[in-house]
């Protein structure tokens, strides 16, 4: 690993904000999840469940009315927007997370070309990515927040290089991510690299069995859930990168990589949460 690019440390992540006894739910940002596409509903309920378990105060989904069921019947918290949305509705407080089983047909094609004009927070995830590579930086107008979130296979499109070249030369690859794209990165994958503003380090924990479906939307949703608590875009990269590898390896602790589902990832974010903030008082 390139010297610049340091290891991750439990006593060296971010806190989350403590909450003041007289907080309420407008304080903690509102999630606005963008994805649902047909049969890809699933992908959308894991990602606004994940930003609700990190601690965003609302979470909205947007997404195809077929996706409603998967909604109400994991998610009964969260509100709910038909496509296409209304981004002239959103709240002051909003964050878009963008891609969770979006899919790349027109409707997905025209609501990215609107999210990149918005000047609010965005956390960029699966066929937005995909979308991007197709439309290239220019689809990015306006200047915002961005955290982007590839796996290799979308890195390589996003590069328009072979995938095989990206494994070779993961730092060089997230530098080039960086340069052509703007915004904060994560490469997903072993040892994940993160690069922001100033941030430069891997992940040291997860593990194969969280190369499952589903997996990535859990970490979107929790990127976006900490971008709506106020932290900064390292910070949220760094800590949610963190809190989902560490998810992940409890889960495998619990019932074996091969039986791990991103279900399971999700469902041990509350412990990591209390076992952070344990070391953080």
Known sequence: MDDDFVALTWERLP???KRSPDAHKGRFGHVFVLGGAPGMGGALALAAAAAYRIGAGLVTAVG???AVPYLTSALPEATWWDWPPSFSALPDNAVLAVGPGLGQGLAAHDMLSEVGSLPIPQVWDADALNIL??????????KAVRLFTP???????????????????????????????????????????MLGETARC??????????????GDVLTGVLAGLLAQGLSADDALILGVAIHALAGDRAARRLGEESLLASNILEELPFVIQELNAIHV
């Open 15 to 17: 806190k989350i904000p």
């Open 133 to 142: 590579a197709r439309f290239g930086a220019p689809l990015l107008s306006a």
């Open 202 to 215: 891997y992940c040291p924990w997860g593990n194969p069995g969280m190369a499952t479906g589903g997996s």
């Open 151 to 193: 796996h290799p296979g979308e890195a390589a499109r996003l590069l328009a290089m072979p995938l095989p070249d990206v494994q070779l030369d993961r730092i060089g690859v997230i530098h080039a991510l960086q340069s052509r794209y703007g915004g904060h990165w994560v490469l997903k994958g072993q040892h994940s690299l």
């Open 64 to 66: 195809h009315p077929s």
